[in-house]
């Protein structure tokens, strides 16, 4: 709202931050480009269909729009903001602070050989600053100051290039912005969603392209570190990553709203990390061009969101075993054989390929592990991890009998089969009357919903029932709901996770609750920030967002529940 970037790692999602004041303050590294008087009033939205963002502020001598955007070109990484003047004159302000190494290392600054950029060197990193604005130097930061009239742009062109290479080509702003508003309204054009809640559901699409590594197709978990789960917490977690068991969510997005292109590149994904498993072995997360190393470390240069540290870069649950991972990248990966809008071409080749990944599921559905919530101090059979090793087995039966190989659909049937009935056996509680978070627990845990959102049980049966009203009872928080009763490493949950409630919700839309659901769904968008975008986690109390943002699964989470709830438009006009 003030003009600031204070976020921003160049020139991937992984890599090292340059502006961090979100972690810290101003002196972390952000770009500001703001009035320099007071401003009376600011609002802020995306243009229709894109990720333009613009600002307008409101000033005692006239209002100012900032339009932020980062075009697609090539190899080139730039972040552009034009200042364009929309009544009266305004003086204007920008500070530019470049800290990279999470603030670990100040740039040299200097001049272009031939005077038109600013670039800062730093190692292996350069920036370039363009503008036609007269800047200086003071204690570390670049400033200027200028001026804007009604009908007036002025441009700010910043790019990433390595420090060896000559700097990168200029651009021309104007056409720059053009050519972005094209590629997201024409990207958007082929969505073929005509629901409710369509803006909702186009701007959580456009964010999980604007999450997605372009070279590899991976979509990460969200495009930030260490944001804090609770206040005064120290859950602060690196999601700057790939997790697998986002897959079958997000392919279940992509796929019902047509995003055919960005869903065929996270197949791809999928299929690389298939070839690429070791022994079988799959991790739960992978860096963003699919690195099997994610050293966890902590970055003492930064005190935290808040003051709340640590803050982290790399993410120590690549080292884990989470069994559900087996389950979810079958789950992933099975439509791409039944598709035939996707180019990819698949077959006995490629089934092959996931049967190896189906054997570790067999293998490993009653074994213990750390769990979808990534336990690090304990490790149990985990009821939601046999839920998606049956699904996986489930899958691949499915998908032998569309490829006529009814042998081994046999036998993953019968091995599905198996997993069901010890999760039934294992799982049941009858003391709790639900569903239970290991095998011979007691304690209730919201992702035992998983069984029906991958078809596991009829939701009419009366043990399916039996647990959402259970887990309602314990876990909800209006439309809210916690991860699970018991404490773990860090003491018991106290705030919501958004992606528990979007479970809930499905849950109750299947057993034909859709009044309650829609209730909820409702409360929940109303925690979304106002450009649309959500957190990992609310507070349940207060409606503050914490954790991560924006979070692919609660991304995930409103497009699915849109499309699981809405009514289409021919059956109301």
């Not at 602060?236 to 068991?245: A, H, K, T």
């Not at 120590?316 to 069994?323: E, G």
């Not at 991560?548 to 059956?571: C, D």
């Amino acid at each position: 709202r003030n003009g600031s970037i204070d976020w921003l790692c160049w020139p991937a999602f992984d890599s090292d931050a340059c502006f961090a004041a979100l972690l810290g303050n101003h002196r972390h590294g952000r770009w500001l480009v703001a009035p320099a008087g007071e401003i009376r009033r600011s609002s802020r939205r995306y243009r229709d269909n894109t990720l333009i963002l613009e600002t307008r502020f409101e000033t005692a001598d006239g209002a100012v729009d900032l339009i932020d955007f980062m075009p697609p070109r090539g190899n080139a990484s730039d972040v552009l903001r034009l200042v364009r003047g929309v009544r009266g004159r305004v003086r204007m302000q920008m500070q530019l602070v470049i800290r990279f190494g999470f603030c670990a290392d100040i740039p040299w600054v200097k001049k272009s050989e031939d005077g038109t950029a600013l670039l800062a060197i730093c190692g292996p990193d350069m920036t370039v600053l363009r503008t036609p604005v007269e800047t200086r130097g003071e204690d570390l930061t670049t400033v200027a100051d200028f001026d804007v009239g009604e009908g007036e742009t002025i441009p700010f062109v910043l790019t990433y290039g390595p420090s060896h290479l000559p700097p990168p080509r200029s651009i021309d702003p104007e056409r720059a912005l053009r050519d972005t508003e094209v590629f997201w309204t024409e990207w958007c054009s082929r969505c073929t969603y005509q629901g409710e809640y369509r803006d909702l559901v186009m701007r959580s699409l456009i964010t999980l392209k604007a999450q997605t590594y372009g070279p590899s197709g991976g979509i990460v978990a969200a495009p930030t570190t260490s944001l804090p789960e609770k206040l005064g917490g120290s859950r602060n977690w690196d999601y700057r990553f790939c997790w697998i068991r986002d897959g079958f969510f997000v392919v279940r997005a992509l796929n019902s709203l047509a995003a055919v292109r960005t869903m065929e590149l996270y197949f791809r994904w999928m299929m690389n990390v298939v070839a690429d498993a070791r022994s079988g072995h799959i991790q739960p997360v992978y860096g963003i061009g699919l690195e099997h190393e994610l050293t966890e470390r902590e970055m003492t240069a930064l005190p935290g969101y808040r003051g709340m540290g640590p803050v982290r870069s790399g993410n120590l649950a690549y080292k884990q075993f989470q069994h559900d991972t087996y389950g979810n990248i079958i789950l992933g990966a099975s439509q791409a054989f039944v598709d035939r809008r996707l180019f990819m071409e698949v077959g006995q080749v490629e089934y092959a390929r996931l049967e190896t990944i189906g054997e570790q599921a067999f293998l490993l559905h009653d074994k213990p592990d750390a769990g979808i919530w990534e336990l690090r101090t304990r490790e149990r059979p985990h009821t939601s991890s046999a839920i998606m090793c049956w699904a996986g087995c489930d899958r691949l039966a499915k998908i032998g009998l569309y490829l006529g190989l009814n042998d081994r659909a046999n036998v993953w049937r019968q091995r599905a089969d198996q997993i069901k009935a010890t999760v039934f056996e294992r799982s049941w509680s009858n003391e709790r009357g639900a569903f239970v978070e290991s095998f011979g627990g007691r304690h209730l845990d919201a992702s035992v919903l998983l069984m029906g959102e991958v078809d596991m049980i009829d939701p009419k049966d009366p043990r399916f029932v039996s647990t959402v009203d259970a887990l309602e009872k314990t876990l909800a928080r209006g439309p809210f709901m916690m991860r699970y009763e018991e404490p773990d490493d860090f003491g018991a949950p106290e705030t919501a996770f958004n992606v528990c409630a979007f479970w809930r919700l499905d849950a109750l839309a299947r057993i034909g609750r859709r009044e309650q659901a829609r209730e909820i769904f409702e409360g929940l968008l109303a925690a979304r920030n106002p450009l649309g975008l959500m957190s990992e986690d609310t507070d349940a109390a207060t409606g503050e967002a914490w954790g991560n943002f924006p979070q692919t699964y609660s991304m995930v989470g409103i497009i699915n529940g849109a499309v699981r709830l809405s009514k289409h438009w021919e059956s109301t006009v």
